[in-house]
């Protein structure tokens, strides 16, 4: 069987400041989702990075009394640097200033999309929120403010360069109604459909220089105007692949792979099911086959933003639970289909319920136990006795359940289905009593000298296998439990069999069970 191609990438943010839990969410699924592709054996690109052009970088450069090429770099690195903190594995970080791969990839599709008819130059009055980067319609304004960010709008009164959405309308329709453009959840869907379906409008695709303070990537053949932030920045997703030199990179990874996936917060949804896929196609190229829309964590019921002040530090959170504890307990507590207030009372004791009580006691449990019984070696396993065979089929069962959970998105799910194994291996523990086993073997019992070997091995084997599970999700615990258990490395995360005979390390908690209190200065 060949490897399939897998190409996943994050949305990029704007750097006007440091990275907040939200981004941290974002960059956690896209790893995942790579990280689970790659130990399937498929060929796998995952890029992240920054988008460096926007105004509100202009905006918090001049704030801060900043040149924008300080500001942008500075807070550029902050997000790169979330690599060590989030056990990241990005295959690379593009930023979209300053690289002159980018700067020419974008104007590569602008030109094929004026090729096409589809750019053309208007007035324009109109909405703007700087934080947002977009234009709203009057009515989608709260008390004449932003309905995000809860600020007054600018009213922006300029000639522009503009693209034909209205041109794509019922193509757009078809590619998300057949499911060629994918969108997961299927509100999601839905909201796009009602969006496609209420009438495209032709959007801005260009700023004066004078309001771009002359920041940004040139509008080809008119030195007056600079792309608009995000045409420029949705280009970031193929030039990332050397589109503009048509590379190989680009052939292999997008227009020759059935898997271009991004992954978003929800309220880029527009950009990515409408505006870009109708990029694609006007300059002749696929859009993307999967976009996956992702809620959000609230502080005290808001969405958490560096603007609105109640950004949460990620790499302090990381400081507290582990960047495994960190991961885990955010794709744990982030519903699929609804936003979810975070707070350090939830997070501490999902970390305690689910890592130090349930996965590191048994792993504790198992490796202590093996040297106390069998001299720190795995046994070989004689006769199957009650419970094994049920640990056996959970464990037959975790494979296609994560498979199907991850292909939907659901990352709760898929973590649900490895902690059947957890939970059951934990109660298979109670059932066998290894220590009363142990007590008839010395009292002479060889039947019970068997089943202690057979308890134990399968005890173990659950380990090996949840350190495979595990590792897309917590890469560096389930290293750390595959070196417990005496494997050896295979390469990208995963382990060789476990061969009776082979000797354990001592054992070593993998979560140590932390205290916590609502004001915890990690959510401050």
Sequence with gaps: MHPDRYYVTTAIPYVNAAPHVGHAVLMIYADVLARYHRQQGDDTWSPTGTDDNSLTNVLAAEAEGLPVRALVDRNAESFRALRVPLALSFDDFIRTSGNPAHAAGAQKLWRACAGSGDVYRRHYRGQYCVRCERFYAEDELVDGRCPVHLVPTQLVDEENYFFR?????????????????????????????????????????SRTQARARGWGIPVPDDSEQVMYVWFDALCNYVTALDYATDGEAYRRYWRENPHRVHVIGKDLLRFHAVYWPAMLISAGEPPPTTIYAHEFFTVDGRKISKSLGNAVDPVALSRRFGPDGLRYCLLRELPRTEDTDLTT???VARYNADLANDLGNLVHRTITMLHRY???????????????????????GVPPLLRDALDDFDFRAALGAIWELVRRANQFVEETAPWSLARRQAAGDRDAARELDTALYTLAESVRLLTHHLAPFLPV?????????????????????LDPGISVCMPKPIFPRIDGTADDPAMA
């Design 345 to 347: 009372a939830r997070l």
């Design 374 to 396: 069998r001299g720190g070696v795995i046994p070989t396993p004689d006769v199957a006795h009650a419970g094994a065979g049920d640990v056996a089929r959970i464990a037959d």
């Design 477 to 497: 615990v389930s290293g750390a439990m595959a070196t417990q258990l005496g494997l050896q490395s295979a390469g990208g995360n995963t382990w060789g069999e």
């Design 165 to 205: 959405l209205s041109r794509y309308g019922d193509v757009l329709e078809n590619l998300v109604e057949s499911g060629q453009v994918r969108i997961v959840p299927e509100t999601r869907r839905a909201e796009a459909l009602r969006f496609i379906r209420g009438g495209l409008e032709d959007f801005s695709v």
